[in-house]
């Protein structure tokens, strides 16, 4: 039992450190944003041995600049 409510606990935190890590990422967009730049974002798969992982990758371009 003490197994499964260390694991339940365990998804808990990872999942309150999920929202905090989106409150920080969209406080950064917000700011690039603001700043004049235009956010690229895109969503990757990396392949390991445990399986298929989703990774963000983020950039930004200068909005003046940017390709039509």
Known sequence: MNIEL????ERAEAEE???????????AIRRVHRTGLLV?????T??????SVPAISLGSLDRQFRAN
């Open 6 to 9: 260390s694991a339940l606990e």
């Open 17 to 27: 450190h999920l929202v905090d890590a989106l409150r920080v990422l969209n406080q």
């Open 40 to 44: 690229q974002a895109e969503i990757l």
């Open 46 to 51: 990396m392949h390991t041995t445990q399986g």
